[in-house]
């Protein structure tokens, strides 16, 4: 459209100008959108299905019900979904929006990626598209590669989406697995913009990675069983509990030591939503009241990339972000990876 091509003119001829590049662009949100399928199964609906119990469930993990996918709402429909409200709630034209980013370990197909299936199914001509396979920290390490985009002026206005259709990678059998896991889609629409604040610690363990797998259903298959064990999220829950707590307040101290920021200055800390006990344990080890820890985990259940965004989206349409407020989301998962970083609203 004459509309569209004028859109991508003036980003161009934007992006080509010789002094944005002196300037402080920063990343701002300004727009946030999330999406879960209707179908809900609580932990009784597991009990009929594993040797466990609601008491059992939340005791340990904080989860009381996730949401399951249907077999047509793959991951491509539930990020389009979270990237359309985010668009909305940006007050956007999606031919605006000339990045889009997508973090995800479920996608159906290897090829296209999910990032140019939302650009299809939403309209957004203009972007450019990928995926980022960063597990459960995948949603933060996206934010970390659009902010540094936008910071240099490459792109104007970015979309970043986490969405994942974990029950087809769950085995529903494996009563240390299954109870965790659900599907969903967070989104969040960042504008480049003078000032502003933006940071990130990150890193990876690679050496233990063997704590949390998944291997591809092309590249295994015993005795013709496309989904052999090895085919489903294998996780030494302890090994992966222990990093969680001691990793993940290591680096929200690096990161607020480093921009010289006291903890009081903070007015949330947004966590990958994977169990309340590493929740609890970080604001204990950080010193913070609980209540600077927005937890939803016992709605979704641990959601990997998609977690932190639909999180986000909940605080923000919460209405209790005032401008100017700061943030840190932190992120830890498969690979092992972990990080946090610190966004200004």
């Known amino acids: ?51 466990t119990s609601d008491e059992w469930i939340r005791e340990r993990t904080g989860v009381v019900q996730r949401h399951i996918a249907k077999e047509e709402e793959d991951t491509v429909t539930m990020a389009a979904q979270a990237a359309l409200r985010a668009v909305e709630d940006a007050g956007m034209d ?4 000339d990045l889009i980013l997508v973090a995800t370990i479920s996608p159906t197909e290897i090829m296209p990626c999910v990032a140019c299936g939302v650009q299809e199914r939403i309209g957004a001509e203009n972007a450019t598209c990928f995926d980022l396979n960063g597990a459960c920290t995948g ?45 969903g889609a967070g ?47 294998q996780m030494n829950g302890k090994e992966v509990f222990t990093f969680a707590v001691s990793k993940v307040p290591e680096a929200i101290k690096t ?4 921009e010289k920021i006291s903890y009081g200055d903070i007015r949330y800390y947004l966590l990958h939503q994977a169990n309340e006990r590493i929740i609890r344990s970080a604001a204990r080890r950080l010193g913070e009241d609980i ?3 927005p937890m939803n985990m016992d709605r979704y259940g641990n959601t990997s990339s998609a977690s932190l965004l639909i999180l986000l989206d909940e605080v923000k349409k ?5 401008k100017g407020d700061k943030l840190v989301l932190a992120g830890f998962g498969g690979g092992l990876t972990y990080g946090a970083s610190l966004i200004e609203y």
């Open 1 to 51: 459209s004459s509309a569209a091509s004028d859109v991508y003119k003036r980003q161009y001829t934007d992006c080509l100008t010789t002094d944005i590049m002196e300037k402080n662009m920063t990343g701002k949100i300004c727009g946030t959108g999330s999406w879960a399928p209707d179908r809900v199964w609580d932990n009784n609906d597991l009990a009929k299905m594993v040797e």
């Open 94 to 97: 999606v031919e605006e929006i």
């Open 139 to 183: 949603s933060l390490l996206a934010l970390n590669t659009a902010q540094a985009y936008l910071a240099q002026g490459i792109y104007r206005n970015a979309l970043v989406i986490g969405a994942e259709k974990l029950s087809g990678l769950t085995d529903w059998t494996d009563r240390g697995t299954c109870i965790l896991f659900g599907d």
């Open 187 to 233: 989104a969040v629409v960042l504008r480049a913009e003078e000032g502003g604040r933006y940071a990130q610690v990150t890193h990876s363990i690679g050496k233990k990675g063997g704590a949390l797998t998944l291997q591809s259903r092309n590249q295994i298959c015993y005795e013709n069983d496309p989904k052999a064990k090895e085919t489903y999220i």
């Open 255 to 258: 990161l607020l030591y480093r």
């Open 291 to 293: 209540s600077k820890f």
């Open 318 to 322: 919460s209405g209790k972000l005032q």
